[in-house]
Antibody, heavy 118, light 108 residues
């Protein structure tokens, strides 16, 4: 199971932080990557990036890449997303999801809503 | 840049068969996975690989690919199938995971 938590309201230009707690398995287990995906209100899904079980990270398109950091805390079996210099366009539900070796997001968290507003 | 294109909306009569499509160059070399999202819920994996279903997904959901088009077929649509459906695939050149824009399915 995956469960997101984070800053529900963030001011413009500040840093958004969300964490995904993983239960029922270890994020250090081989064969999986741990992903962040977001969905703006009324819009579709946008993949942000992942951290691999080895600790390697990979981020999405250039418009986000420069502002994104994904990290893991293996002692707590959780991984986190930080997004800097946020604007209203970053307002979204943020989901964490596990990606299998067959490129399937097989487990999702329920999502956490983050609103960027002054 | 690579992208996956889906029809924004599709409708089907109760009990009939519907096909939801996803077009993109990445599909020539990578399989699509399909997700169902009901209002207020997280997406749920329906189909991955050539045509595999996770445990618990009914066999009325199936997937196929031809050329640059992936399809999700629902055979005998139920009222509970009314939802948004998203395709996803890996861009083999950039390794970016792409999502289609989503298709809203209405069951009449």
């Amino acid at each position: 199971q995956l469960q997101e938590s984070g800053s529900g309201l963030v001011k413009p230009s500040q840093t958004l932080s969300v964490t995904c707690a993983v239960s029922g398995g270890s994020i250090s287990s081989g064969g999986y990557s741990w992903n962040w995906i977001r969905q703006a209100p009324g819009k579709g899904l946008e993949w942000i990036g992942y951290i691999y079980h080895s600790g390697d990270t990979f981020y999405s398109n250039p418009s986000l890449k420069s502002r994104v950091n994904i990290s893991a805390d293996r002692s707590k079996n959780q991984f986190s997303l930080q997004l800097t210099s946020v604007t209203a366009a970053d307002t979204a539900i943020y989901y964490c999801a596990r990606l299998t070796s067959r490129d399937a997001f097989d487990i999702w968290g329920p999502g956490t809503m983050v609103t960027v507003s002054s | 840049s690579s992208e996956l294109a889906q029809d924004p909306a599709v409708s089907v009569a109760l009990g009939q068969t519907v096909r939801i499509t996803c077009q993109g160059d990445t599909l020539r070399s990578s399989y699509a996975s399909w997700y169902q999202q009901r209002p207020g819920q997280a997406p749920m994996l329906l189909i991955y690989g050539r045509n595999s279903r996770p445990s618990g997904i009914p066999d009325r959901f199936s997937g196929s690919t031809s050329g640059n088009t992936a399809s999700l077929t629902i055979t005998g649509a139920l009222a509970e199938d009314e939802a948004d459906y998203y395709c996803n695939s890996r861009d083999g050149t950039t390794n970016v995971m792409l999502f289609g824009g989503g298709t809203k399915l209405t069951v009449l």
